[in-house]
């Protein structure tokens, strides 16, 4: 196929027709709670046989898993009545018992297997053919909580502080009681830019859910960390408040705190999986992609180089979001069983979020600069930054050589009427409707063309493989990552026992759950960063601008697995944990899970 801007093709009826039988297969379909789907999702766009078939092989790897779990507790509670019923006949007159020693063996009186945690332990039988995640063993330590905010599987909520937050009432006290051993200061933290805040305001007030009849409940807690310069984790918690208003019953609590400061992590790890699973994963990959593909496919010719350029970057993702309309963002679906809210309310806070989202945040560099965590000076360890930063230069540089092979001079860009057509679209009441994402679009210029389809890939790769495929390893161990609370924040003016923050955990069938969505979205791999389907491009210029931008992420591969190892090559010492995640060989082409 020979690829045109518009306003050079020659046959530009044929074109207009192409686009019009386009905009008659993708047409939007807000009649889901205001949830942007298609009306018909089209036969090309459905899920691969080979995608099936490895949604059917992770479906029978999360059953024998299940499986096996299962019959080691039958087999456990099969020993456990012969017990029962050996006591019963050891006793006086065993005669007259032996009808309810074999009711015992038979389990006939047995009642229902309690699902609530009696131990941290009962979350481990959730693991039998499945490997435990590495997590299990660190989880609960301070350095591991701290890791999570800047390499967990939701690295985009931390900012620096410039003022101390105004509803937590920390204070120097509470400073020197969680860091006895700092010769600093609170004031002096803040005035040197090493005071950092996670702060889930944006669940206070949500609706609670319920799931099976059980109530949960969400929190809203903040949390306040020290950037610590020259340590391996770089970032220590200082602080944190369970919910957004202080009180004698919600005090500011700190690592000196024993249990309640071991629940008040609990709060915020909760908070944490929430906010990935309603906004950050859901709303700003999954919804934004939603927008720019529909608009494209509706608006960008078969023959545009530029839909040439994205079209391997939606493989998979619009029958991804056709499954999640009717498995996963419904009444009765994954989000409404696993996640705190209830479903209307993840739905209202989905769309606020969306309708708040700017096409500056899509830009790394500048959302990074907006929390103000750019900066290795103030922030000296950030693997989401850092490994991320890389693949996104790369692919900055390859966007523009392959842009400039089609727009040679800015006219060509200020001339592109489809391109122009996809932007207003995405904004327009009968379209995209969020106007803010694209509120500053420059399509009048070569640079600004470019700019826009190295966001939009980014977007589609780089920074959904980091929030998407390190789930499994922070989610699937239950007391971690919490998907919701099952009891309310306890009055922190009483003593906190282990019992208190237990409760608050799901019950252990709702782990098997959280693990059967977070294994299988890890296993749904299909297609790999800078790698096109055989006979792609064409165009020998521009495949000499792939090869180089696939030179460039192997080089980007040696320098993140230097940083994971500590060869010399990286910082010089291994991190903490390994952040495989921004691997580029790990990074998928395209949302597919």
Request: with cysteine; charged share 25%.
């Amino acid at each position: 196929m020979h690829l045109t801007l518009p306003q050079h093709d020659h046959t530009p009826q044929a074109r207009a027709r192409a686009r019009e039988a386009e905009r008659a297969r993708y047409r939007y379909d807000y009649s889901d709670r205001g949830l942007c789907f298609l009306r018909e999702l089209h036969r090309r766009d459905r899920f691969s046989v080979r995608y099936l078939a490895k949604g059917a092989e992770a479906a029978l790897a999360l059953r024998a898993n299940r499986r096996v779990s299962e019959l080691l507790e039958e087999a456990g509670s099969i020993a456990a009545r012969g017990r029962a019923a050996l006591s019963i006949l050891r006793r006086a007159d065993a005669t007259p018992r032996l009808g309810a020693a074999w009711r015992t063996l038979r389990g006939d009186s047995r009642e229902p297997a309690p699902t609530r945690p009696r131990a941290l332990d009962d979350y481990l039988d959730i693991f039998t053919t499945i490997a435990r995640p590495a997590i299990c063993e660190r989880w609960h330590e301070d350095w591991c909580f701290a890791w999570q905010r800047v390499a967990g599987q939701c690295p985009v909520i931390l900012q620096r502080l410039t003022q101390l937050p105004p509803q937590m009432p920390v204070t120097e006290s509470h400073f020197r009681r969680a860091r006895p051993r700092d010769p600093g200061s609170l004031a002096d933290a803040l005035a040197r830019g090493r005071l950092f805040v996670a702060d889930y305001a944006r669940f206070d007030g949500a609706t609670p859910g319920r799931t099976d009849g059980r109530q949960k409940y969400v929190y809203a807690p903040i949390a306040l960390y020290l950037a610590l310069p020259g340590d391996p984790v770089g970032l220590a918690p200082v602080a944190i408040q369970c919910a957004q208003r202080p009180g004698p019953a919600n005090p500011v609590l700190t690592p000196a705190d024993g249990e309640a400061w071991r629940l008040a992590k609990l709060v915020v790890q909760t908070a944490d999986e929430n906010l990935e699973g309603v906004l950050v994963h859901l709303g700003w990959c999954h919804m934004v992609a939603q927008r720019f593909i529909i608009a494209a496919l509706r608006n960008l010719a078969p023959r545009h180089p530029l839909r040439r350029l994205l079209e391997p970057h939606f493989e998979h993702t619009l029958a991804v979001n056709d499954y999640a309309r009717d498995n996963v963002c419904n009444p009765g679906g994954s989000q409404d069983r696993l996640l705190a809210p209830a479903i209307d309310s993840q739905i209202e806070l989905l769309q606020r979020s969306l309708g708040e989202l700017r096409y500056d945040d899509l830009d790394p560099e500048l959302e990074l600069a907006r929390r103000g965590v750019d900066d290795p000076e103030f922030l000296p360890v950030y693997p989401f930054r850092d490994d991320g930063l890389l693949s996104w230069r790369a692919l900055q540089d390859f966007v523009r050589g392959y842009v400039r092979r089609y727009y040679t001079r800015d006219e060509d860009a200020a001339r592109d009427h489809e391109l122009r057509a996809m932007i207003d679209e995405i904004a327009a009441l009968d379209g995209g409707r969020l106007p803010r994402l694209v509120e500053g679009v420059d399509t009048g210029s070569v640079s600004g063309v470019a700019e826009l389809l190295a966001r939009i890939l980014y977007r589609l790769t780089v920074y959904h493989a980091a929030i998407n495929y390190s789930s499994v390893d922070w989610v699937s161990w239950v007391p971690n990552l919490p998907t919701a609370g099952y009891a309310p924040i306890p009055d922190l003016r009483e003593p906190v026992r282990e019992a208190d923050w237990l409760a608050m955990l799901p019950p252990v069938d709702i782990g098997y759950e959280a693990l059967d969505t977070v294994y299988t979205v890890a296993v749904l791999r299909f297609n790999r960063l800078g790698r096109y389907p055989p006979g792609h491009f064409t165009d020998p210029q521009v495949l000499e601008h792939v090869r180089s931008f696939q030179a460039r992420l192997e080089a980007i591969e040696r320098t993140i697995v230097a940083r994971n190892t500590g060869d010399p090559r990286g910082e010089g010492r291994p991190r903490p944990l390994p952040y495989p995640y921004l691997l580029p060989s790990r990074i998928t082409a395209s949302i597919n899970s």
